[in-house]
C-alpha cells in the first residue's frame, strides 16, 4: 500500500474528527459540568445550614415555653397595684414578730439615690420603701431571714445598721430601703 498525500490528509482528517469532538463537544459539557457541581455543593451546604436552623428552631420553642412558665410563675409572686398596702402590712408584722419596734416605714418616691431595675414604662414597676426598726440584733436577723422568705419580689438596696449601746448590748436601729415588684394597673 502506498501513502500519498491523499492518504495522510485521510489520516489526518481522521485523527482530527475525535479532537474536534473533543474540542467543540467534550470540553463544553466538561465546564457545564463542573459548574453545575459547584451548584449542587453551594446548595446542599445551603440546605444544611437550612437543617441546622429548623433543628434549633424546636429547641427555641421548648425555650420560649419555659420562659413562658417563668414569667406566669414569677407574675405569681408580684402584687397588684392595689395589693402594695397588704405588702407594707405584712412588713410590719414581721418586724413587731421578731421584737422590733417599728419607727417608720413610708414609700419614697423615685430619686437619684434609689436604682431601680423594673422599666418606667413597663407592665411591672418597683415601689421604693423606707424601713426604720430598732430592737435585737438577733430580732433584726430574724426579720431579715423572713423577709428573704416572703412569697413576694423584694430586694434590699441600702442598709445601714448602727449599734445603741445605752439601750444595751446587742441593741441596733436600722434603716433599710427595700424595693417591691409589682404589677402596674391591678391586673391579675
Request: proline fraction near 5%; glycine fraction near 6%.
Amino acid at each position: 500500500m502506498k501513502f500519498g498525500i491523499r492518504e495522510i490528509v485521510f489520516v489526518v482528517l481522521l485523527a482530527a474528527i475525535p479532537v474536534g469532538a473533543w474540542w467543540f463537544v467534550f470540553r463544553p459539557a466538561d465546564a457545564r459540568n463542573a459548574e453545575m457541581l459547584k451548584q449542587i455543593k453551594t446548595k446542599q451546604q445551603k440546605l444544611q445550614e437550612l437543617n441546622k436552623a429548623t433543628a434549633t428552631i424546636g429547641d427555641l420553642k421548648v425555650e420560649i415555653n419555659s420562659f413562658k412558665e417563668a414569667i406566669n410563675f414569677f407574675r405569681t409572686k408580684l402584687p397588684t397595684e392595689k395589693e402594695m398596702d397588704q405588702v407594707l402590712k405584712g412588713v410590719w408584722r414581721l418586724a413587731e414578730a421578731n421584737n422590733l419596734i417599728t419607727k417608720s416605714i413610708r414609700t419614697l418616691k423615685p430619686t437619684q439615690k434609689v436604682v431601680l431595675l423594673a422599666d418606667p414604662t413597663g407592665p411591672y414597676a418597683e415601689q421604693p420603701i423606707s424601713i426604720e426598726l430598732e430592737g435585737p440584733f438577733e430580732g433584726f436577723y430574724g426579720f431579715l431571714l423572713a423577709m428573704e422568705t416572703q412569697p413576694r419580689i423584694m430586694r434590699i438596696q441600702q442598709m445601714n445598721v448602727k449599734k445603741m449601746p445605752k439601750k444595751g448590748e446587742g441593741y441596733i436601729h436600722a434603716k433599710c430601703i427595700v424595693s417591691v415588684f409589682f404589677e402596674r394597673g391591678g391586673k391579675d
